[in-house]
């Protein structure tokens, strides 16, 4: 029997992870936020390659190859080299290093349903044009960029790349690079944070404006649908042979101290969504300029997409019907976290030469959780809750949510990536007229704005939404259909569209026989699904996270774990429970 060829990716930016690949296959992987409990955490790596050598029973002596992403600039970033040292990795481990669009690019190819395709990266910044792996060949850059002189070259950073991926080899086609620069954000109150001319800054910038924080480009585009068209009307690109340039004049128009940092959000609400708006429309014409300019200069029918800017789901459903490509694929990690991933199919791809094996297009890579682990957490809290076990717990579950429960919803191995697709999962009924507000408020305590996804049968999509696609990582938007806007009013945004998930059955067996059972019962096969996590909080990880979270939280009603049903002692109505066909039993 051959030795597996163990092969182990990692990404040091920030929204840090690590991915373990086993003969071209993903066997574990893990963002470094859902141990550390530190949003958007990342650059050194011990934590998560820890969790992943030991989730797989291995040590470094069993791998192949190590694979990094390490878009380390010293002179203007020092900070963020010296949060990636003290690694605990042998000195004698072979690593291969690779630059940001080429992982982001990767992490497209090894998950996606295609074995050619061209692939566009478009992030904030990657890796500075003196650190690219990819730019051997002149001709992919601008003619400015080629020009630089060698002291120069790292002021200049990549923003968006475009890529062939044919006969197992990755071809850059066109690379674009711009300056790194600080702006004054009294003078130009919604500039990008450092990177000259990127789209995926320019929303950031504004984003920034609007809460005051950074890794707030979610929020803004859940706000733009409040927005008004044609309130703020300046002229932000100029589009010229596929590159995209940001002009600033117009800044100087916005008022710096009508941003978050100054005002109350609530107060200006209209102000902000109004922004929003505009930010969003903006964006969308840029990037659909970008796919249509990358389409003509080397034409695929299949295309991934990746980097940070993949992730607004409103720009990318409208991609089908405005570019001229036919089948997209949207890596559902595709900000930094993903990096990870694409250093895997690096090693295995590029660096092995192994052929592309077609992945089953889970996105649940963490590791599993035995029964006798969550025994060990329940009874930490054994005098507050009181615990059901039965094989029954579909059912039983599915007629808590009909009849109006919250539930937190947790199996198997945790998704990777920032969306929760049914192993750690908050739900509700989206029938509920005041569930959204309840949820944000009550569960979540975040931004009563924010809209909910529905999580709904791959089969049933087009009854309720009209849907072009299978969506299984709710990455892209689409529109309710009329007759069912009132009647899922809690996952229905306020423009009518809905951010969906669809869910199959090969894919998510328990969550699909949740959504089927729940249909049995209210002939509506939708469920509201948000991240099991509160406020400024990652993703639960472990039983232990659910169950604190569980027995923290004034209004989630029930938690399921695997085979486990817990409610609160304070919350226990036997009469209630007898109803559904549950009895309170002891974990011993």
């Not at 390659?49 to 291995?58: E, P, R, S, T, W």
């Not at 059901?388 to 191995?413: C, D, P, S, Y």
């Amino acid at each position: 029997m051959a030795k597996p060829i163990y092969i182990l990716g990692t990404g040091l930016s920030h929204d840090g992870s690590t991915c373990l690949l086993r003969d071209g296959k993903i066997i574990v992987a893990l963002e470094k936020e859902r141990i550390t409990k530190v949003k958007h955490d990342g650059f050194n790596d011990n934590l998560t390659i820890q969790y992943c050598l030991d989730a797989a029973g291995i040590t470094f002596k069993d791998l192949t190859l190590l694979v990094q992403e390490c878009t380390a600039n010293p002179i203007l970033k020092p900070e963020e080299v010296i949060k990636r040292s003290n690694r605990i990795i042998p000195q004698e481990m072979p690593i291969v290093n690779i630059s940001h669009h080429i992982a982001h690019a990767y992490s497209a190819i090894g998950t996606s349903p295609f074995h050619e395709m061209g692939v566009v990266v478009m992030d904030g910044q990657g890796s500075s044009l003196d650190t690219c792996i990819d730019v051997d060949d002149p001709k992919v850059l601008p003619k400015d960029i080629r020009d630089l002189k060698k002291d120069e070259k790292y002021l200049y950073w990549e923003k968006e790349s475009y890529y062939s991926f044919e006969n197992g080899k990755l071809c850059p086609i066109f690379k674009d690079f711009s300056k790194f620069v600080k702006w004054d954000r009294l003078c130009y109150p919604v500039a990008p944070f450092d990177i000259e001319h990127s789209i995926a800054e320019f929303y950031g910038g504004i984003s920034y404006y609007v809460f005051d924080d950074e890794f707030c480009e979610g929020k803004l585009m859940g706000l733009a649908p409040y927005g008004r068209p044609r309130i703020f009307e300046f002229d932000v690109f100029e589009f010229k042979e596929g590159r995209v340039f940001l002009k600033y004049d117009w800044m100087k128009n916005i008022d710096p101290f009508l941003g978050g940092k100054y005002r109350c959000f609530s107060e200006y609400f209209q102000y902000y969504a109004d922004l929003a708006y505009f930010a969003q429309e903006k964006i969308e014409a840029a990037i659909i300029y970008v796919f249509n300019a990358y389409h003509d200069m080397y034409s695929h029918k299949n295309v991934g997409y990746a980097g940070g800017l993949a992730l607004n789901a409103v720009a990318n459903a409208k991609l089908f019907k405005n570019t001229k490509f036919e089948n997209f694929y949207f890596q559902p990690a595709a900000g930094d976290n993903g990096l990870a991933i694409g250093c895997c199919y690096y090693g295995w791809i590029e660096v092995l030469k192994k052929e592309k094996i077609l992945h089953n297009g889970s996105t649940y890579f963490g590791k599993q959780y035995n029964n006798t682990e969550i025994n060990i957490n329940i009874d930490k809290c054994k005098e507050k809750i009181e615990v059901i076990r039965t094989n029954q717990f579909v059912k039983k579950a599915a007629k808590l949510l009909a009849e109006g429960k919250v539930l937190g919803w947790f199996h198997g191995g945790s998704e990777f990536g920032p969306r929760a697709l049914g192993h750690r999962s908050i739900l509700a009924d989206p029938r509920r007229k005041d569930v959204r507000n309840f949820v944000n408020k009550r569960v979540k305590s975040r931004e009563d704005f924010r809209p909910f996804a529905p999580s709904v049968l791959v089969e049933d999509v087009a009854i309720y939404f009209d849907c072009h696609d299978k969506s299984p990582y709710m990455i892209l938007t689409a529109q309710t259909k009329d007759k069912w806007i009132e009647k899922l009013a809690g996952v229905v945004h306020t423009d009518g569209s809905a951010r969906i998930q669809t869910v199959s059955r090969d894919i998510n067996p328990q969550y699909y026989s949740l959504i089927e059972e729940f249909k049995a019962i209210t002939g509506i096969s939708v469920v509201l699904n948000t991240s099991f996590n509160g406020r400024e909080m990652p993703i639960v990880e472990t039983p232990q996270d659910a169950i604190d979270f569980f027995v923290k939280s004034k209004a989630m009603d029930v938690l399921v774990i695997e085979d486990y049903i817990l409610v609160k002692k304070v919350n226990v109505n036997k009469e209630e429970l007898c109803e559904v066909g549950l009895h309170v039993v002891t974990i011993e």
